[in-house]
């Protein structure tokens, strides 16, 4: 995957909350719905991983 841009983020995250109340466990993997929230949140971890990281705690 490309870099993600802020839009491309900010558009995964609104995403997201539209698809979640559609997936749930019993939903099939190859579901249309279940392949495009893993690839949204597939977006956002990247995003989140470049602009957000954890800190590492050691000392």
């Given amino acids: ?3 993600i841009t802020k839009a491309q983020y900010e558009f ?3 995403r997201v909350e539209e698809l ?3 997936v749930d ?3 099939p993997t190859d579901d249309r ?3 495009e929230l893993t690839l949204m949140s597939d977006m956002i971890i990247e995003f989140e ?3 957000y990281p ?3 705690q050691h000392k």
Avoid: F
Wanted: proline fraction near 5%; charged fraction near 20%; hydrophobic fraction near 45%.
């Fill in 25 to 27: 466990d019993s939903t």
């Fill in 1 to 3: 995957m490309g870099k």
């Fill in 33 to 35: 719905s279940t392949v």
């Fill in 12 to 14: 995964a995250l609104a």
């Fill in 54 to 56: 954890i800190a590492s």
């Fill in 49 to 51: 991983k470049e602009h």
């Fill in 20 to 22: 979640l109340p559609m």
